[in-house]
């Protein structure tokens, strides 16, 4: 009789723990009440049968220690201890430690500390520990929680609000933002938005974005992108395919990737450049022309004559030189460079062949036959005035990136002519 009194004191207490702190609306103590009033007639038994009585809603449970249960629809706060248990249906975690393979589900978890659980299922985690878990299934963490000690956060969990992530964490499939990541993995096409990330790796075509910071020996790999004025630096890596746009490299590996320029300037300092491909976005221009605009006095030589009567458009770039053509048919006005006497109502023939290059930025063109001069009989007067047209717009020369020079450039008062002593 001494173990059955035990026993059923021990119930009577474990009940009470863990008990509403409001009025007993369920009714439970009484039916435990009328439990302990049956007969029984295994009463020296060492142990006692007893029905199931279920709590159907519990408001609170205060500094507990819940072990291998499960919680629903409840409030758990002040430093109560949760293992080997569930945690589900809207409830609250506040101040208390969630272990032991625990799991929390569509819940919310603050100021609380979790170890070697899971965290799954539209659950909130804010101003936490988060140690040695998985959060997971449209989770968030926010307001200044840790993350840390391998953890997990996938399935499209967020991680905000100066969160830090560390310690060789993996966050998969997530966004990140406002957070700090150090020595973690951020994998399966996540979002880094507005964050620094230190000596991890990010990876498996996530997005680095919004102003974030990538350093410490950092590595971006696996078709990941970064962008929107984001910065590598300080030793990282960028490899794998990865696409830096619109953001500053500096003292770090660029290894099979794309680094491209958009309307923001990129710089790239103190680094290695390997087997990639940089491209940008600004319109090719003209850079000089010769003879140069306003020159008089140019010979009217045949091309025929070496180093005499050829025309040169040089470019700030380097040019598709498929776009840099000229008419070697006729004297109608045709192809990218076009020579002119009369205001490009005619152009004139070029040899075949033209143009040339040697650097693909400046590109050389010979008139088929010698320009018109003024004779030497006829006093005063130079020859004709020559204007040189670069086409632009639609159909005009581009740059190795495929950028098209916007307009049309054309020499202002052009080039003159020199008066001949006999004759072209």
């Known amino acids: ?61 205060d500094n507990s220690v819940i072990d291998n249960s499960t919680v629903d629809n409840s409030s758990i706060s002040d430093n109560s201890s949760i293992k080997d248990s569930t945690v589900k249906n809207c409830s609250t975690v506040t101040s208390s430690t969630v272990d032991n393979s625990s799991t929390v589900d569509n819940s919310v978890i603050s100021s609380s500390t979790i170890n070697n659980s899971y965290i799954c299922a539209q659950s909130t985690i804010d101003n936490s520990t988060i140690d040695n878990s998985t959060v997971c299934n449209s989770s968030t963490v926010q307001g200044g929680s840790i993350v840390d000690n391998s953890s ?44 620094t990330i ?9 997005t680095v974005q919004g102003g974030s910071t990538v350093n410490g020996g950092s590595t971006v790999q696996d078709g990941s992108t970064v962008q929107g004025g984001s910065t590598v630096q300080g030793g990282s890596t960028v490899q794998g395919g990865s696409t830096v746009c ?23 300092v ?6 990639q491909v940089m491209t940008e976005s600004v319109a090719p221009t003209v850079n000089s022309t010769s003879p140069a ?13 070496p180093g005499r009567n050829y025309i040169t458009v040089t470019f700030i770039e380097k040019m598709n030189t498929t776009s840099v053509t000229t008419n070697t048919d006729n004297t109608s006005c045709s192809g990218t460079i076009r020579i002119s006497s009369d205001s490009f109502v005619t152009c004139v023939r070029m040899t075949n062949g033209d143009p040339t ?51 049309d450039n054309t020499t202002g008062t ?11």
């Open 246 to 268: 619109y953001g500053t490299i500096d003292n770090s590996t660029i290894d099979n990737s794309t680094v491209c320029f958009g309307t923001v300037p990129m710089s790239i």
């Open 152 to 195: 997990n956060v996938d399935n499209s969990s967020n991680v905000d609000n100066s969160s830090i992530v560390d310690n060789s964490s993996t966050i998969d499939n997530s966004s990140i933002s406002y957070s700090t990541i150090n020595n973690s993995y951020i994998c399966a096409q996540s979002t880094i938005d507005n964050s």
């Open 357 to 407: 290059t040697s650097d693909n930025e400046s590109f050389i063109v010979h008139p088929a036959s010698a320009l018109q001069n003024k004779d030497w009989l006829e006093t005063p007067g130079n020859g004709p005035t020559y204007k040189i047209r670069v086409k632009g717009g639609v159909n005009g020369v581009k740059d190795l990136s495929g950028n098209t020079m916007s307009i």
């Open 293 to 305: 605009n306003g020159a008089t006095g140019i010979s009217c030589s045949s091309s025929a004559t």
């Open 1 to 61: 009789m001494n173990k059955i009194f035990s026993v059923l004191l021990l119930v009577t207490f474990s009940f009470s723990v863990i008990s509403c702190s409001s009025e007993d609306s369920s009714g439970a103590t009484s039916q435990l009440g009328q439990v302990l009033d049956q007969p029984n007639s295994t009463d020296d038994e060492s142990k006692i049968i007893l029905p199931v009585v279920t709590v159907s809603i519990c408001e609170l449970i």
């Open 270 to 275: 103190n680094r290695t450049v390997q087997n």
């Open 198 to 206: 230190d000596n991890s790796t990010v990876c498996n075509s996530s």
């Open 414 to 424: 052009g080039f003159i002519t020199a008066k001949s002593t006999n004759g072209c």
